[in-house]
């Protein structure tokens, strides 16, 4: 079902029967409600991450969802399982169905990369946000290793035995133990 907003098409959002797309990114209204008329524009805002977002009643409950979410399954189909949708000019508010496309999520990243809108960041060590240790805990941690047991130095530092061996045998910090060495 199509309707018309000022001269601009939309179409009906699966999954969201009383609201529609435009071609050029817009929400509006499918259905009149006690407030709103068919091809009503719903109102957008920008959410934590820069992504315009507008709430859209299912039931009694209104809930955020992403435009460029709805458009690309109002216009390019549902979102197949596995794929997210990108933005091609890697502008986040540009919800022109002709600048979406359904990507893998490393695909996605990637085109982040090239327009370089994501830096390579280092998370290693203690600047992964899930690290428990910090570089001066795991050289104690090494220096230990030869004189206590690794159950007891996992109790010292509050971390499983198994992440003690982790450390000891390269498969965690290995960056940290390489640039001790005088490695890398």
């Known amino acids: 079902m199509a309707g018309n907003t000022s001269g601009t098409d939309w179409v009906v959002i699966p999954k969201f029967p009383n609201y529609g797309a435009t071609k050029d990114g817009h929400i509006v209204r499918a259905t009149r409600s006690i407030r709103d008329v068919p091809g009503k524009r719903i109102s957008q805002r920008l959410n934590h ?76 060590g ?15 941690i090494h220096r230990l290793s030869g004189q206590q047991t690794q159950t007891s130095i996992a109790r010292m530092f509050s971390v499983s035995d198994a992440e003690i061996s982790h450390i000891l045998h390269g498969k965690r910090w290995s960056h940290h133990t390489a640039k001790r060495d005088g490695g890398g």
């Open 126 to 140: 203690s600047r992964n946000p899930q690290s428990k240790l910090t570089e001066r805990q795991v050289t104690e």
């Open 49 to 124: 991450d820069g992504y315009p977002v507008c709430c859209l009643k299912v039931g009694k409950r209104s809930r955020p969802q992403l435009v460029h979410r709805l458009v690309a399954s109002a216009f390019l189909g549902p979102v197949p399982d596995g794929l997210e949708v990108n933005h091609k000019d890697g502008i986040k508010h540009n919800n022109h169905v002709s600048n979406l496309e359904y990507v893998t999520r490393g695909q996605n990243i990637h085109h982040a990369f090239v327009l370089g809108l994501q830096a390579a960041r280092d998370l290693r």
